[in-house]
């Protein structure tokens, strides 16, 4: 079956939110099959009709779209293929690997009792049943599974995994409703999509018994199982609301770039050597499942920050700047028209030390301030005394001068003033940035008035040393 063509899948409940352990699932199987050459599907599981609302099927195009995962096929809706699954289950009928199984609620209950007390699974009394004996009533289909020897899932992560099939009772296929159950569909729906590769969540280990004996009663190709270790929180228990976040979009909202979740979700339960830092051309051509770890990933918020502000270094600032703007919206800070280019060209001084989008946002707001600036309270006494005020007179007047208004333009200018002044540049220097800021905060003294450019500079001096002149 290996020659088969890599085909791999996500196959994402509709939930309301797209767990960040499912989206490192879909990239897992993403990578796989950009690797191998192969396609990456999805599949929406939506038979449960109450959870699976637009706005829930929706996050789920939306999560994978914003981490760029891309699918090669549309999308296969689950619901839309309960014929197809009660037609294999016709199937497994007519080859005798399932039967009608005509147990009432309470004869089930009882049945259920008693295999709880006698330490044992359910047992249908209908498995072997003559049809002659069949009632009038409605039934459900269960999988006649072997009821001795082994369920072996061979797994590519985990080796190995063996199943007594004293310990799987005969699934139920379809219910007495005619509704198809989770594991036959997911079996029907995998093998139609001609899925080579299953790579999942380790939560699904035992569904892969119960699959894999579906799979030998349709006499099926079984496909390459590999379950993946959870994500854990940083203290190693089960990823929850208590670790900051679990949902990609927290993420995105935290200000945490889509190449930095892909980056990231790759180091989580994989790597290649010791590089932190790797292109997604790099992790394609790294990629593969045999190198993935067995034990629990934990999420390290520390590494996290650090490939993000990597990514945010590397980023062009004016994507970047849409971002910042968005941000900046959505705490309704007022923006001018060109206040978008405006912070395009500051990011690049601001952003050395911004872990995330929200933080560069912060950095940039200095450079928005409309004239004249409220500036803090020392600065307004400082410059009240008349000796700081003439030094900063002196220093708007050397500033003017500067002709090549850049970071070293203006780093040499500053440098000559505090020669000619005798003094130290912690005589005016952080005076001047109070002024160019407004106390918020800001870069070098070079780089904001880069960013702020010649007229705005002076002008923020000017109205500073207006104020007591
Ligand atoms: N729908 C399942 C889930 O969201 C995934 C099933 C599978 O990958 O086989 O956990």
Redesign the pocket.
Known sequence: MTDRPVRTRI???PTGMMHIG?ARTALFNYLYARHRGGAFLLRV?DTDRERSTEAAVDVIFEGLKWLGLETDEPAVFQFQRADRHREAVAELLERGQAYRDYMTAEELDAEREAARAAGRVVRSPWRDADPSTWPDRPYAVRLKSPLDGETIVRDAIKGDVTFQNTTLDDLILLRSDGSPTYNLA?VVDDHDMGITH?I??D??LN?AARQTIIYQALDWDIPVWAHLPMIHGPDGGKLSKRHGAQALTEFDDMGYLPETMRNYLAKLGWGHGDDEIFSDEQAIAWFDIIDVVSAPARLDWAKLNHLNNHYIRQADPVRLAGLVVKILKSRDVALKQGDETLIARTIPFVRDGAKTTLELADAVLFVLKARPLVLPDKTREQLADGELHGRISRLRAALASVSDWSVPGLEAGLRQFAESEGVGMGKFGPQLRAILSGGAPAPDLAGAMTALGRDESLGRIDDALSLSA
């Open positions: 196959a994402p409940s499912t599981e997911v299953v999942r969540g939560d699904h569904n």
